[in-house]
């Protein structure tokens, strides 16, 4: 766990306590945007985020400093899967009318964002066997799936990281947050740490996660709430922007990655099984109707519709859950090969090869 650093009532109790001639030449002038401290915090990570780091993928180090109109030309991000271990539950559990009765296992990914000013982190997994077990899930964590060992396999420590995003906060994405200092900014939709708190989910969000999200609130700069409902899609990054997804979760938003095959949709839990919700269309009957899964908190029209969202929005299409798929018109016409984004893709035999199957079987 990181310590908190101290809150701003703290920080204002110790300047009065100990102000001196020299403290009050430092004291921020009326009406300063940026005080001295958060000066300082905002230098040091704009420091750290144009450290070196290595980028397995490429072989390739960042030169360690290019203008910002350089940056936006030569931007070319990647996006890295990050196994974090995985989850077993009943067939129906991960997508509706499926034959229950029968446990299967998936995987819990996160996802790293490099080629940009600093590695993004895109969700963070789950903490331990016990918040799994808790609401019925199977968990396999292995000592190869922790965060240290993901981002590893990448050149990326810990420390490096510049961001981290939440596509939501359930069990299985939120579990290791507090490993990331307060000095990197966390990402989340404030109507997603709402509904994680209002216990409508009960132990779908773990408390551990919770509590380290309420003390990292009070940290300094150390969490970034968006509003994405009201406010339409975000650019947190260059060529990363967070749009709400409409879908799972009250607060899931969807991470669009700008790549030079086009956008990554890192979309969390709008959607678990690609083979069965959008390739087959299970038990569905419309052209091109996705199936949903069996966990949501809003209107079955809202899940549908999030999952043609990110369909219609996307070139890559990354679950939290399964390997992405490629995409072209609202169509999946392959399946991501590897780990990496862009990267090999497993072309269908046809688009709606499996559906005419399906439907006629
Ligand atoms: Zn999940």
Redesign the pocket.
């Known amino acids: 766990m990181n310590a908190v650093a101290p809150g701003p009532v703290y920080t204002l109790m110790v300047a009065v306590g100990v102000l001196t001639d020299e403290a009050r030449q430092r004291t921020v002038p009326l009406g300063q945007r940026d005080p001295p401290d958060r000066r300082r915090r905002l230098q040091r990570r704009s420091a750290h985020e144009h450290g070196n780091h290595r980028d397995p993928a490429n072989n390739l180090s960042r030169p360690p400093s290019r203008t910002s109109t350089e940056r936006h030309v030569r931007m070319s991000l990647t996006v890295h899967t990050l196994e974090l271990g995985r989850a077993a539950a009943d067939s129906t559990f991960f997508v509706r009318h499926r034959v229950p009765g029968t446990l299967v296992s998936a995987p ?1 990914h996160g996802y790293l964002i490099l080629g940009g000013d600093a590695p993004i982190v895109v969700d963070t997994g789950f903490r331990n066997d016990d918040v799994m077990a808790r609401v019925g899930l199977h968990p396999e964590l292995r000592d190869e799936n922790s965060m240290e060992a993901q981002l590893d396999r990448y050149g990326v420590s810990i420390d490096e990281v510049g961001m981290v995003i939440q596509t939501h906060l ?1 069990v ?2 939120a579990g290791h947050i507090d490993k990331f200092p307060t000095t990197t900014p966390v990402v989340v939709n404030r109507a997603e740490m709402e509904f994680a708190a209002s216990g409508l989910q009960g132990l779908g969000y773990a408390p551990e996660d919770l509590k380290h999200m309420i003390d990292r609130t009070h940290a300094p700069d150390a969490v970034r709430w968006l509003d994405l409902e009201l406010t339409g899609p975000v650019s947190v990054a260059p060529g990363v922007r967070c749009e709400h997804a409409g879908g799972h979760t009250d607060g899931s938003l969807v991470v669009y990655v700008d790549t030079e095959h086009g956008p990554a949709a890192i979309c969390g ?1 709008i959607l678990y099984d690609i083979e069965d919700q959008v390739i087959t269309g299970l038990m569905q009957n419309g052209f091109l109707e996705p199936q949903v899964s069996n966990n949501f908190s809003g209107s079955l029209r809202g899940e549908t519709a999030a999952i043609k969202k990110v369909l219609n929005n996307a070139t890559f299409v990354l679950p ?2 399964d390997i992405g798929a490629k995409v072209e018109n609202g169509q999946v016409i392959g399946r991501v090969e590897g780990l990496t984004v862009p990267g090999p893709v497993i072309a269908l035999p046809s688009p709606g090869a499996s559906r005419e199957v399906s439907l006629n079987s």
């Open positions: 819990v359930h299985d994405h839990d939290g859950h």
